[in-house]
């Protein structure tokens, strides 16, 4: 193990006899208990009655994920040196901001030298990687740490790759917890936000992306980590296409600035979804067949060879839709795909390539995958999987790129619930705002 390894982090121990006696070393203890409850330093969880073990210790049963902490254990760290050499920071990405983009983009450099906190509310297609590059750049220039976290693993993985290429000598990791290569000490963290439980005051800027999205939201544990991950003063950006009044509230109390941008980078506005009645779809779905209207807009789509996106509310739906198709349109060739689907990466690829014509997914592809020409149904769009956030997130897949600015969303529905009509609304709001903004 390397020293820098500690730098930042929260390692538990027993360490290698080199590095137990290094003089920067400092021990964190971990579990502290009195009586029945037990608090854990690494999760931020209280536990009452749960996690004993024999002669009054414990460990907390909140992060086993990680590794068991207990009363016998010990977390070491070295406090963040920032130790990088950033002659080497510049940003060689040449493309263009549009004007509206240049303005938020320019209020994130500043939030990020003045050390505040901003939130970026753009919509989705907005282009917001881009925006952050002259903030994170000023923060790499100053020799910061800067920590990028999503709680979407997709998104982890689409990020990467261009902060690579668009800071090409800075030393960068990718972490989301299913990597082959090890952790090294690097200036830029590109990660899943669990993976901030192993950060300890590292980061000088931390971005949060899809802030929103499962699970970061409902779980409190993320919550007390990012906090804890980031030194005192950093300046912290969270991102968001879709923010829920919950998150709006908690911004609001944290005094966090707001920065909106509600057009595409290309102008276009946000695709309308179009609502479609499909009754007993699933009697349907049973019989090897689509609603008439589903059926037609399919067959169409397929005679102009455009990639499609078929979401459903559940796995179990995944089979028979697939069949359906295959039995419907027998010449298309397509798969389907779900969060635990061991050739998930792969068949996201595959589409890419245009390998397969469509995929039917569950909400895992709501956001953070971009299909140029995309063409998407909701199969049951009133179920309550899907969110008002969900719902906005998967009708803005449509008519991301500048080449294809524009395409079809069908919601399909049983009833119009008031769900999908305030997400409806939402889409709606967004498109004039940006006719205001200009
Ligand atoms: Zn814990």
């Known amino acids: 193990m390397e020293k820098s390894e500690l730098y930042g982090r929260l390692v538990a121990g027993p360490l290698p006899a080199g590095l137990r006696n290094s003089p920067q070393i400092q021990q964190v203890p971990v579990i502290h208990r009195w009586g029945p409850v037990v608090w854990c330093l690494r999760c931020g969880q209280v536990t009452w009655r749960q996690g004993r073990l024999p002669h009054h210790h414990a460990y907390c049963p909140q992060c086993l994920q990680l590794g068991r902490v207990s009363t016998l254990t010990s977390l070491y760290t ?40 901003f939130l970026v509310w753009a919509v989705t297609g907005a282009g917001k990687t881009e925006m952050l590059f002259p903030g994170l750049e000023a923060g790499l220039a100053a020799g910061w740490r800067v920590g990028v976290v999503t709680p979407r693993i997709d998104v982890c993985r689409e990020l990467f790759p261009r902060l690579r290429t668009a800071f090409p000598a800075v030393t960068a990791i990718l972490l989301t917890g299913d990597e082959s290569t090890p952790y090294r000490y690097t200036q830029l963290v590109v990660a899943t936000t669990h993976q901030l439980l192993r950060f300890y005051r590292a980061f000088d800027l931390l971005v949060v992306d899809e802030v929103d999205a499962f699970p970061f939201i409902t779980d409190k544990r993320l919550h007390y980590a990012a906090a804890r991950a980031i030194k005192e003063d950093a300046a912290v950006l969270l991102l968001t296409a879709t923010p829920s009044s919950q998150l709006l509230k908690v ?18 506005p946000l695709p309308e979804p179009v609502f479609v009645r499909i009754g007993h779809w699933e009697r349907l779905i049973h019989r090897q067949m689509f609603p008439t209207k589903i059926q037609a807009a399919l067959a169409g789509w397929q005679e102009r060879c455009l990639p499609v996106l078929i979401f459903v509310s559940r796995i179990k739906w995944l089979k028979p839709v697939l069949r359906a198709l295959q039995r419907q349109l027998p010449t298309w060739r397509g798969t389907s ?26 909400t895992i592809l709501e956001r953070g995958v971009t299909f140029p020409d995309v063409q998407v149904i909701i199969l049951g769009a009133d179920d309550p999987v899907f969110t008002v956030a969900a719902l906005v997130q998967i009708a803005g897949r449509v008519g991301r790129s500048p080449t294809a600015p524009t395409g079809t969303v069908l919601f399909g529905c049983t009833r119009i619930t008031p769900v999908v009509r305030a997400a409806y609304r939402q889409i709606r709001a967004l498109n004039r705002a940006a006719r205001r903004m200009g």
Request: with cysteine; hydrophobic share 35%; net charge positive.
């Open 78 to 117: 070295i406090p963040e040196p920032n130790d990088f050499h950033f002659d080497g920071s510049r940003c060689v990405w040449r493309g263009k901001l549009s004007p509206a983009q240049a303005r938020i983009a320019e209020k994130i450099k500043r939030a990020v030298q003045q050390r505040r906190r």
């Open 251 to 268: 911004i609001r109390r944290h005094r966090f600035q707001i920065g909106m941008l509600p057009a595409r980078y290309h102008g276009y």
């Open 337 to 362: 795909v779900y969060a635990a689907d061991p050739r998930r990466q792969e068949k996201v690829a595959a589409m890419r390539k245009h390998r397969v014509q469509y995929l039917v997914t569950t």
